[in-house]
C-alpha cells in the first residue's frame, strides 16, 4: 500500500493531463466517454483494403481474357450439323492455315461444313450441289478455274428450286460468277460470298448426290493428297500409305444417296492447301452420298501417327 506520505504524487500520476476547465465540467455532468479507436482496427484498415483491391484486380484480369474479341478462333461443330442457314463464320481462317499434323488421336469432331444439315449455305449447278467450308475465310484469285456460270437464283429455299435451270444458291448473290477449283475437278467449286472467294465441297442434298458413272475418286479432285486424318484414330501423313488409303476409297461401293450423320470425320489435305471433310462411321464415308470402304478404317489404324 501506498504511503500517506506519498499521496501527493500518486494523485498527481492518476490526475495528469486533466484540466479544470467549463469543457471537462460538461463531459463529467453528461457522463460521456471518450473512447480511443482500438489499435487492432486501425491495422486492419489497410490490410482489408488491400485484399479488395487485389479481388478486384484479379476479376478484371479475369473478366480481361474472357471477352478478349482479338483472340482467333475456330468454332467447330459436328459433321452435318451446325449453325443456322447462311451464316458465316468471323474467325475463319485463310487459305492455307490449316495443316493436318500428327498430334496424337485427331479429335473426334471435325468442323468445317457451314450451316445446319437441314438447309446449309450452298451452290446448285446443273444438278450437282456444292456445300460452304467455313475454312479458308477467302481464297486466292490464282485458285479460280474455269468459269461454270452465273448464279440466276438466289433463294431461302433451294431445295424447292432444284428443277430450275443454270445456278441457284442461297448464300451467292444473283449475278456472281462460280468457278472450278484448280486441280480439284468436281470435288468442290470457288465463289464470291461478302467480298471473298470462299470454298464449296461437292455434297449430296435433298435426295441429290451421285449423277451418272461418278465414283467416290470423283469427289477427291485431281491434286496430290498430302495428309489424311481420321477422327479417334489419328493422322497419315507418309506418301506411300496415303496412295494405298486413296485407292481404297476411290473404289469404294455406293450405298445411297443419303449423307450421314456422325460425329466422326475424315480431313483430307491436298497439296494447294485445301481441306475437304467428309463424315465416317465404321468403314462408310460419306459425303455426296454415302459410300462403303470394306477394311478402310483398320487399313488406316496402321499407319496413322
Not at 254 to 266: D, W
Not at 269 to 278: G, P, Y
Not at 285 to 295: L, P, V
Request: proline share 4%; with cysteine.
Amino acid at each position: 500500500m501506498n504511503n500517506l506520505d506519498n499521496l501527493k504524487q500518486v494523485a498527481d500520476e492518476m490526475f495528469s493531463g486533466l484540466k479544470a476547465d467549463e469543457k471537462g465540467l460538461r463531459r463529467i455532468l453528461s457522463g460521456q466517454k471518450t473512447v480511443k479507436p482500438s489499435f487492432r482496427l486501425y491495422r486492419l484498415v489497410p490490410v482489408a483494403a488491400a485484399c479488395a483491391v487485389l479481388v478486384f484486380s484479379l476479376i478484371s484480369l479475369q473478366q480481361n481474357k474472357i471477352t478478349n474479341e482479338g483472340v482467333p478462333y475456330i468454332q467447330t461443330m459436328v459433321a452435318g450439323n451446325g449453325s443456322l442457314p447462311g451464316e458465316l463464320r468471323s474467325h475463319s481462317l485463310p487459305h492455307g492455315a490449316i495443316t493436318l499434323k500428327p498430334s496424337g488421336q485427331a479429335p473426334q469432331q471435325g468442323g468445317l461444313w457451314a450451316g445446319s444439315s437441314g438447309n446449309f449455305p450452298l451452290i446448285g449447278v446443273n444438278g450437282r450441289f456444292y456445300r460452304l467450308l467455313t475454312n479458308p475465310s477467302s481464297v486466292p484469285e490464282s485458285m479460280l478455274g474455269a468459269s461454270l456460270g452465273s448464279v440466276s437464283l438466289l433463294t431461302n429455299e433451294p431445295a424447292l428450286s432444284m428443277n430450275d435451270p443454270g445456278i441457284i444458291s442461297n448464300v451467292v448473290e444473283n449475278g456472281l460468277e462460280v468457278y472450278q477449283a484448280k486441280g480439284m475437278g468436281g470435288a468442290c467449286v470457288l465463289a464470291s460470298v461478302n467480298g471473298n472467294y470462299r470454298l464449296f465441297q461437292r455434297v449430296g442434298f435433298s435426295g441429290n448426290a451421285v449423277i451418272g458413272n461418278e465414283s467416290f475418286g470423283d469427289f477427291l479432285g485431281n491434286t496430290k493428297v498430302v495428309a489424311m486424318q481420321l477422327s479417334g484414330v489419328g493422322t497419315v501423313n507418309d506418301g506411300d500409305a496415303i496412295s494405298s488409303l486413296i485407292r481404297l476409297i476411290s473404289n469404294a461401293d455406293y450405298l445411297n444417296n443419303k449423307t450421314m450423320r456422325t460425329s466422326k470425320t475424315l480431313l483430307i489435305e491436298f497439296d494447294n492447301h485445301l481441306v475437304l471433310q467428309f463424315s465416317v462411321e465404321g468403314d462408310a464415308i460419306s459425303a455426296c452420298g454415302t459410300w462403303q470402304a470394306a477394311g478402310f478404317t483398320s487399313e488406316f489404324a496402321k499407319y496413322a501417327k
